[in-house]
């Protein structure tokens, strides 16, 4: 079945560093594919999201490129700041109502 | 924009007893709630997608006896654990998507449930 495979964390990284998490998915058809953050004592909330190969997500200085030939949307931000500091989740869904999320990656920024 | 308050945000409870956790739409009707449980170190996993009004779906493994899950009302969704065990210890949140101009998904917070 479709999956979703994130980089285990924590990360942890100085103010101002340059942020890859890596996000990899299986899926028999053509998903469209996600990033959620949670800040601390918050739900999740949508950051950026792609539908198709080649797309590009972005918001708040994240962005993340569908790359269908390497099954890959690797979230990446270049100058991380301390109010980053979240758990992130990729994500794919392939039909209505259906969410397969990675198991998510703690970032803790260090100013 | 659209909010959903989840409640508790953590519970202790012992063996054998149930728990009930919700979830409310506060500024939209939510025709459709979802339940997710994450394991430590594992995906956030669904569970079962419930409708305002009719019985929920449960996912392929999920005991629909064990996780009750009432969708009484466009605002409200609860899960309950009854007979609560300490391998149903797991962080839970739901999801919900509205009706009308309101398609998209809104997270609540999450519950962290702890059975000792």
């Known amino acids: 079945g479709d999956s979703v495979t994130q980089m285990e964390g924590p990360v942890t990284l100085s103010e101002e560093a340059f942020l890859t998490i890596n996000c990899t998915y299986t899926?028999?058809?053509?998903?469209?594919l996600f990033w959620y953050v949670q800040y601390p004592g918050e739900g999740l909330q949508l950051l950026l999201k792609?539908?198709?190969?080649?797309d590009k997500g972005s918001n708040k200085g994240f962005e993340a490129t569908y790359r269908k030939e390497t099954t890959s949307f690797h979230l990446e931000k270049g100058s991380v700041q301390v109010s980053d500091s979240a758990v992130y989740f990729c994500?794919?869904?392939?039909?209505?109502?259906?969410?397969?999320f990675g198991t998510g990656t703690r970032l803790k920024v260090l100013a | 924009g659209a909010v959903v308050s989840q409640h508790p945000s953590r519970v202790i409870c012992k063996s054998g007893t149930s728990v009930k956790i919700e979830c409310r739409s506060l500024?939209?009707?939510?025709?459709?709630m979802f339940w997710y449980r994450q394991f430590p170190k594992q995906s956030l996993m669904l569970m079962a997608t419930?409708?305002?009004?009719?019985?929920?779906?449960?996912e392929q493994g999920v005991e629909k006896d064990k996780f009750l899950i009432n969708h009484a009302s466009l605002t409200l969704s609860t899960l309950t654990v009854t007979s609560a065990h300490p391998e149903d210890s797991s962080f839970y949140i739901c999801?919900?998507?509205?009706?009308?101009?309101?398609?998209?998904?809104?997270f609540g917070s999450g519950t962290r449930l702890t059975v000792v």
């Open positions: 999801s919900a998507r509205g009706g009308g101009r309101n398609y998209g998904y809104t």
């Open positions: 899926a028999t058809g053509y998903p469209s």
């Open positions: 792609a539908t198709k190969a080649d």
């Open positions: 994500a794919l869904s392939d039909g209505p109502y259906k969410y397969i």
């Open positions: 500024d939209f009707q939510a025709t459709t």
């Open positions: 419930s409708n305002e009004g009719s019985k929920a779906t449960y």
